[in-house]
T-cell receptor, first 116, second 114 residues
């Protein structure tokens, strides 16, 4: 198992274009999270899935953002009509759901988005 | 709501010196606390975590942290810093009531002088 992977690692786009990022979690993990990290700040929660169900979305996730996890495995995060304020690192994390006090999250390397 | 404050934006220490990074949290119940390290262009690596029990927890790379409920703090320490420790450090709090998602502080950037 190679951990959480994200693709692409870097994306440069022009304002107004659509972009899509992919996250492949650790194979046995049924929870998947998306975070956004801007310069000088810590990661901020965007949304999370349990299996294929999207159970929570942050108010940070505007209507231009949509996330899917169609088969409960990999997930995609799409941003439509990108704006310069969308420039950030987008981090994916996964965790198992076991009977333990708390299930830690394992983070991927992130996708750095630059909107020109 | 849970929140995390890291009061120090940037810390510089000499190689071999001791290190303490501060973290204060706000949460109504017993929190689950984490320290992560992030090198430039990389994802987050978990250094250590606190769930319950012994309030002094040991982590990887020689780091330790102490949970102090009375001070709502979870400070990270290392007795002797190596040049390779230069990175950004994030404290985070999580809660099962929030489906396991974490709330992060804004980070502390560590510079190590030779």
């Amino acid at each position: 198992d190679t951990g959480v992977s994200q693709d692409p690692r870097h994306k440069i786009t022009k304002r107004g274009q659509n972009v899509t990022f992919r996250c492949d979690p650790i194979s046995e993990h049924n929870r998947l999270y998306w975070y956004r990290q801007t310069l000088g700040q810590g990661p901020e929660f965007l949304t999370y899935f349990q299996n294929e169900a999207q159970l929570e979305k942050s108010r940070l996730l505007s209507d231009r953002f949509s996330a899917e996890r169609p088969k409960g495995s990999f997930s995609t995060l799409e941003i439509q009509r990108t704006e310069q304020g969308d420039s950030a690192m987008y981090l994916c994390a996964s965790s198992p759901q076991r009977r333990s006090p708390y299930n830690e999250q394992f983070f991927g390397p992130g996708t750095r988005l630059t909107v020109l | 709501a849970q929140s995390v404050t890291q009061p120090d934006i940037h810390i510089t220490v000499s190689e071999g010196a001791s290190l303490e990074l501060r973290c204060n949290y706000s949460y109504g119940a017993t929190p689950y606390l984490f320290w992560y390290v992030q090198s430039p262009g990389q994802g987050l690596q978990l250094l250590l975590k606190y769930f319950s029990g012994d309030t002094l927890v040991q982590g990887i790379k020689g780091f330790e942290a102490e949970f102090k409920r009375s001070q709502s703090s979870f400070n990270l320490r290392k007795p002797s810093v190596h040049w390779s420790d230069a990175a950004e450090y994030f404290c985070a709090v999580g809660a099962n009531e929030n489906a396991g998602k974490s709330t992060f502080g804004d980070g502390t950037t560590l510079t190590v002088k030779p």
